[in-house]
């Protein structure tokens, strides 16, 4: 059994966007976790994590539906304000869910303010292209935005299930062109979700400014995000093979999460040729 002793990680401040850019310029590792209640925040915040994203994954990991399709606007701002009550240090990211943001850019600056008062730091939206024009006028208004690209978990029935995005040339120029764009539109951070890491190496190479944080898009990603319950093997079932059971070397959740933060920074994960597409 290993322990991670708190001595392992430098001292905290609250974290900030322009400290999340420091270190992407420096070539620090960026780690972020999903959570969805303010006991872990606490553990998370103390064992070093990062980033923490209120991600509608919480549908299925939490509420136990199907998918993120049904997660509703005053869920997420529900959990974002149990989150923020637990949180010192850490940079607190909150997905505008399904139907919230896709109607109009007036829409997704009502849905996105709910978040902010919520006490969400930057709000995430899935999706290239369209969603471009959107990111401009968010952040022009002041608020934060992460993209999602790749498998984008809100389209998984358009999609045709959770596929690995970008595997052909004319998928991986789309995936590259869109990153673009959302670079240009203002996206300070974008979630990269299963791609091959090729494509998603090239989106940071293309985009420095952007900070890109991987899950299941290989070690060349600025940053990497896993859903809290799949990296601590909570998840019953086949887990995808991007996802590390750090409880396996025992311990405490607060140890695996520290190994979690350390392996990120480290860069031992993700492995490319274990978690790698
Ligand atoms: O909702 C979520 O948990 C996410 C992560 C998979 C990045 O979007």
Redesign the pocket.
Same mark, same amino acid.
């Given at each position: 059994m290993s322990s991670v002793t708190p001595a392992a990680l430098p001292a905290r401040k609250p974290m900030n966007l322009h400290r999340l850019r420091e270190m992407h310029s420096q070539g620090e590792k960026i780690t972020m976790l $999903?959570c969805y209640e303010s006991s872990m925040t606490r553990v998370m915040d103390d064992a070093g994590v990062d980033c923490i994203?209120i991600? &509608?994954?919480l549908g299925m990991v939490v509420q136990g539906q199907p998918s $993120?399709v049904p997660v509703t606007l005053d869920e997420i701002a529900y959990h974002t304000r149990c989150v923020v009550r637990g949180n010192r240090n850490v940079w607190i990211v909150s &997905?505008l869910p399904f139907g919230s943001y896709q109607e109009s850019r007036e829409q997704a600056l009502r849905s996105s303010v709910a978040l902010m008062q919520a006490g969400a730091h930057m709000v995430?939206l899935e999706g290239g292209g369209w969603t471009a024009e959107t990111v401009h006028f968010l952040t022009e208004r002041g608020i934060p935005v992460c993209a999602?690209l790749g498998l984008t978990?809100q389209s998984v029935h358009a999609l045709g299930g959770y596929r690995i995005q970008g595997r052909d040339p004319a998928g991986a120029e789309t995936l590259r062109r869109h990153a673009k764009e959302l670079a240009q539109a203002g996206a300070a951070m974008a979630?990269l979700?299963l791609m091959p890491s090729d494509v998603a190496a090239d989106v940071q190479a293309d985009n420095p400014g952007m900070i890109t944080i991987g899950?299941g898009a290989g070690q060349r990603t600025a940053g990497q %995000?896993l %859903?809290m319950h799949d990296m601590l093997h909570i998840t019953r079932g086949k887990l995808p093979r991007f996802v590390r059971n750090f409880m396996a070397e025992g311990g405490s959740i607060e140890d695996a999460i520290r190994r979690f933060v350390l392996s990120v920074k480290d860069g031992s994960f993700p492995d490319e040729a274990i978690h790698g597409y």
């Open positions: $999903t994203l991600g &509608d994954s $993120t &997905d995430k999602h978990p979630v979700e899950i %995000v %859903v």
